[in-house]
Nanobody, 126 residues
Framework: QVQLVESGGGLVQSGGSLKLSCSAS????????MGWFRQAPGKERQFVAT????????YYTNSVKGRFTISSDKPKKTINLQMNNLKSEDTAIYYC???????????????????WGKGTQVTVSS
């Protein structure tokens, strides 16, 4: 089992910044990716960004490229999501996700991730 604890989030004005963090603990010896998804009310869970553990590659959904940056602290099994120039459409619950045994390389798919955090609310006011 892997436990994910998220921190950060909150309320910010449009154009502002927030930083999310997620720490993994437990059986984390086979980490392939850690990433972030988000879900707005009435919408499906959407891929935001992910970090590949073996080569440090990062991937983003198009709508956040140039505004969000995902990074990691590998010894601490932590990932961060720096979110700049936030827009009202970024408002959602953000979930941290961990990929281990289910990894196939389809980083945009929730099914490639085995464990999920409880989520943290990000609200951007216009």
């Amino acid at each position: 089992q892997v436990q994910l604890v998220e921190s950060g989030g909150g309320l910010v004005q449009s154009g502002g910044s927030l930083k999310l963090s997620c720490s993994a603990s437990g059986r984390t010896f086979a980490t392939y990716m850690m990433g972030w998804f988000r879900q707005a009310p009435g919408k499906e869970r959407q891929f935001v960004a992910t970090f590949y553990w073996n080569n440090d590659n990062t991937y983003y959904t198009n709508s956040v490229k140039g505004r969000f940056t995902i990074s990691s602290d590998k010894p601490k099994k932590t990932i961060n999501l720096q979110m700049n120039n936030l827009k009202s459409e970024d408002t959602a619950i953000y979930y941290c996700a961990y990929s281990g045994p289910s990894f196939t390389g389809n980083y945009r798919s929730p099914s490639d991730y085995d464990y999920w955090g409880k989520g943290t609310q990000v609200t951007v006011s216009s």
